[in-house]
């Protein structure tokens, strides 16, 4: 992938759970408008260790609002069930068990083309990174390892979700997220969009909008950080170093 404008149809949500309401409640109707008579969805549960149960929750949401979901783990022939699918849904929690289960089941390259082919991808907090160059934006522990950190590099800019101000009068003496993020732009070009819980990005032809009712905190190699408000066009902020002195 060389850049924003061959990406379409990517909607890549920070958490699947906002505080004080359900599993993608806040945001059932970006979910509804984006995937349309898209009707059959492939979901990908790697993120868990229960994929069974974590595909039941999905299923009965996405039933609810009007999707049949089928879950990856549960066919018995991945290419066929990518193909027949209208959209790909792959699901939060540790990246690191999520992005082995790609390569455990050998479907970075299936995936990769049949969203690049035209098929709606959904991705939440970890299926948001996966949908990065790599992984190097998680926070998350490696409980498993990764032939590699490389992942479906569907757009060229990372994704921090989750995304946490630091907390002046916190006496935690830990690392922030802002921290942390500063210290993969000492050693990588990405863009990394700060991604707070309740937001997503929404990519389609090249045009990259915020969606949601928070900001969005873009960080750049050799750059100050800027916010950006909800409903911005982000596509020229979201250039890597590499491109934008290309």
Do not use: W
Not at 12 to 21: D, F, M, W
Not at 78 to 97: H, I, K, M, P, S
Not at 206 to 230: D, M, Q
Request: a negative charge.
């Amino acid at each position: 992938m060389t850049g924003i404008d061959k990406v379409r149809g990517l909607l890549l949500i920070s958490s699947s759970t906002l505080y004080g309401s359900g599993y993608l409640d806040h945001v059932e109707d970006e979910i509804k408008h984006f995937l349309g008579t898209a009707t059959k969805t492939v979901f990908v549960p790697f993120a868990v260790h229960d994929r069974t149960a974590y595909a039941m929750k999905a299923r009965q949401r996405f039933h609810k609002m009007g999707f049949e979901l089928r879950s990856i783990h549960d066919v018995s022939n991945v290419q066929r069930a990518l193909d027949e699918a209208d959209a790909v849904f792959v699901g939060g929690g540790n990246t690191f068990r999520l992005l082995k289960g790609l390569y455990d089941f050998d479907l970075l390259t299936p995936i990769r083309e049949r969203v690049t082919a035209g098929a709606p991808y959904i991705g939440s907090s970890a299926g948001s990174i996966v949908a990065c160059p790599t992984l190097k934006t998680t926070k998350d522990m490696p409980v498993v390892q990764p032939p590699s950190f490389d992942a479906l590099d569907l757009v060229p800019f990372q994704i921090s979700p989750h995304y946490l101000d630091p907390d002046p009068s916190s006496t935690h003496m830990g690392e922030t997220q802002e921290e942390r993020i500063m210290q993969f732009l000492e050693e990588n070009v990405q863009t990394v969009v700060g991604l707070r819980e309740g937001s997503s990005l929404r990519v389609d032809d090249g045009e990259v909008a915020l969606k949601g009712l928070r900001s969005a905190r873009i960080f750049r190699c050799r750059k100050e950080p800027i916010e950006v408000a909800p409903g911005s066009a982000l596509a020229e902020l979201l250039l890597g170093c590499a491109e934008a002195h290309a």
